[in-house]
T-cell receptor, first 113, second 113 residues
Framework: DGGITQSPKYLFRKEGQNVTLSCEQN?????MYWYRQDPGQGLRLIYY???????QKGDIAEGYSVSREKKESFPLTVTSAQKNPTAFYLC????????????FGNGTRLTVT | LAKTTQPISMDSYEGQEVNITCSHN???????ITWYQQFPSQGPRFIIQ???TKVTNEVASLFIPADRKSSTLSLPRVSLSDTAVYYC??????????????FGKGTKLSVKP
């Protein structure tokens, strides 16, 4: 089955450490996205990439970094500069056409103490 | 960017039809209207998408009036498993970028027995 895999489902880190969240898709989608969701809130866009080796900042990119070396993979690094990193992180992908909906993974819940 | 407004919450009973309306007064000519469903601790799931008039699939219908300034998601005969948050998104997919899609807080639907 095609889909998006995020791992791990739960992640715990100490404050001051960088942590990388994995996102892999086998849908052959060109575009990939990272969202952050806080309790009771909607999703906020962190970064997105429309093509390999290219990505753009979303609304809340500060304290995060990404890479897009392969079409299938779009890892997100939460750096120590991110002031409130504890959140639910969602990765998505889509085709690059007018009506392509987003396909989401099941998220990684990051807790930083 | 087309901002959307939808009710924060709705209650219903099993077997009833549920209609969730979304307002998007500044929708642009190229914008599509897309609805997603999200269960706790999962990624959002695509439900339905439309541009104008009516769209129906196996799980829902989407009604869009001629002026396209609002849309209504209709869920026929809901069950307890339809309890979830429903998001209405309006976006311009020209160029393949979905980086401008805005997820609000959505509508929390509670279905009671």
């Amino acid at each position: 089955d095609g889909g998006i895999t995020q791992s791990p489902k739960y992640l715990f880190r100490k404050e001051g450490q960088n942590v990388t969240l994995s996102c892999e898709q086998n849908l052959n989608h060109d575009a990939m996205y990272w969202y952050r969701q806080d309790p009771g809130q909607g999703l906020r866009l962190i970064y997105y990439s429309q093509i390999v080796n290219d990505f753009q900042k979303g609304d809340i990119a500060e304290g995060y970094s990404v890479s897009r070396e392969k079409k299938e993979s779009f890892p997100l690094t939460v750096t120590s500069a991110q002031k409130n990193p504890t959140a639910f992180y969602l990765c998505a992908s889509s085709r690059r056409d007018k009506s392509s909906p987003l396909h989401f993974g099941n998220g990684t819940r990051l807790t930083v103490t | 960017l087309a901002k959307t407004t939808q009710p924060i919450s709705m209650d219903s009973y099993e077997g009833q039809e549920v209609n969730i309306t979304c307002s998007h007064n500044n929708i642009a000519t190229n914008d599509y209207i897309t609805w997603y469903q999200q269960f706790p601790s999962q990624g959002p799931r695509f439900i339905i998408q439309g541009y104008k008039t009516k769209v129906t699939n196996e799980v829902a219908s989407l009604f869009i009036p001629a002026d396209r300034k609002s849309s209504t998601l209709s869920l026929p005969r809901v069950s307890l498993s339809d309890t979830a948050v429903y998001y209405c998104l309006v976006g311009d997919m020209i160029g393949g970028s979905q980086g401008n899609l805005i997820f609000g807080k959505g509508t929390k639907l509670s279905v009671k027995p």
